[in-house]
């Protein structure tokens, strides 16, 4: 079997995309879609992928950007449709970005299954245009009007290593005792100064506590030079400015506070560590906050709007997790329970063999 995968942008495309190409490697061969110089065509070739470049341009429903869109995706098209004759391929997978788009046309043109990946509570553009299209869609988190036989609510799949580690990192509550605030790859200037000012706060309280900030590489100079001017006796504050193998850094976490991304979210589920969500309000249809609620409906976190938080109130609920050897409990008919990956993998190969 040979597949061809596509979804970029951003790490919440790029990374379930990693995900299921490691597990289709297994079984058959992989070739990726990339936009040429981007971030997913370098995370793709850094994890040994054999990639292919293709051209597109970002979805905005005005008459110049889709005339740009039209341009770009025609040429990315033919690319595409190239691989997919080349290596005979049995079906396209789509994580979602920009990127996808010449793939999905692509393989509606020669006639090749598609299956789709939406990450969050509220369909993004390019899934949202194409869905009709697929065979299957792969729901991260549940969307409301979205039902039916075609629709299969699975969870984010991730990287074999980080479910691997984040499974035993389940079990290992007791001995986790780290906070982790989580300002994301380009940088969270709301989440960094509330890591700021919950640091000396704590270390006001005489509480030890080992606190981790990813700040971002845009940030990471001035919260570094804000941390040094501190005289803290109690915290210990570890910087870092960006971080791959984030689950390194769930190993000794115990609570996260971060923005709602899906992806993160789901990491930290699926690892035992409470998630104090404070979603970045301006997110397209304000997906982070819903992603942030239907955590919070499972008792794995709390969704915190930035606009009404409290410092005090928001303080205690950090304290009130750290202090919690239990930690939140999974159900057993929750998404993050199994390795959504795998489930995810095995569907399109059971289909694609009865093609």
């Keep these: 079997m040979h597949y061809v995968i596509a979804g970029g942008g951003s790490g919440g495309h790029i990374y379930p995309a990693v ?21 997913e065509e370098r995370v793709f ?34 690319t595409a449709r ?20 010449p793939g999905i046309v692509a393989a509606q043109l020669n006639r090749v299954p598609i299956f789709l990946l939406e990450q969050n509570t509220i ?16 729901l991260g988190f549940p969307i409301e009007g979205l039902s039916g036989p075609r629709f299969t609510v699975t969870g984010n799949p991730l990287r074999q290593e980080v479910y691997k580690t984040l499974t035993e990192c389940r079990f290992s509550r007791p001995l986790r005792q780290g906070l982790l605030f989580i300002g994301g790859s380009g940088g969270a200037t709301f989440v960094n100064d509330l890591f700021l000012r919950t640091i000396q706060e704590l ?25 040094k001017k501190l ?38 589920a699926v690892g035992g560590i409470y998630a104090v969500v404070i979603p970045y309000p301006y997110a397209v249809g304000r997906h982070q906050s ?12 709390i969704c915190i709007e930035q606009q009404s938080l409290q410092f005090d109130t928001y303080l205690s609920v950090v304290e009130k997790a750290l202090d919690d050897e239990a930690g939140p409990v999974l159900g ?24």
């Design 19 to 39: 995900a299921i190409a490691e597990r289709l490697s297994e079984s058959g061969t992989v070739t990726m879609l990339a936009r040429s110089g981007s971030m």
């Design 45 to 78: 070739l850094s994890q040994g992928l054999d990639v292919r470049t293709v051209s597109s341009a970002p979805l905005f429903y005005t008459p110049r950007s889709l005339l740009r869109l039209a341009r770009a995706t025609g040429g990315g098209v033919g």
């Design 82 to 101: 190239r691989a997919m004759t080349d290596a005979h391929a049995d079906a396209f997978i789509g994580t979602g970005g920009y990127v996808s788009v």
């Design 123 to 138: 369909m993004g553009r390019a899934n949202r245009l194409f869905f009709r299209r697929a065979r299957r869609v792969f």
């Design 203 to 227: 270390d006001s309280r005489g509480r030890e506590v080992s606190v981790t900030a990813v700040t971002g590489t845009e940030d990471y100079a001035r919260i570094h030079d804000a941390v």
């Design 231 to 268: 005289s803290l006796r109690h915290v210990d504050p570890v910087l870092i400015s960006y971080e791959v193998g984030m689950e390194r850094l769930y190993e000794r976490t115990r609570v996260a506070v971060t923005r709602g991304g899906a992806l993160t979210l789901t990491e930290l």
């Design 290 to 301: 819903k992603n942030a609620k239907y955590l919070e409906s499972l008792g794995l976190g």
């Design 332 to 355: 057993a008919s929750s998404i993050f329970v199994t390795d959504a990956g795998d489930a995810i993998v095995r569907t399109i190969e059971e289909e694609c063999s009865h093609d």
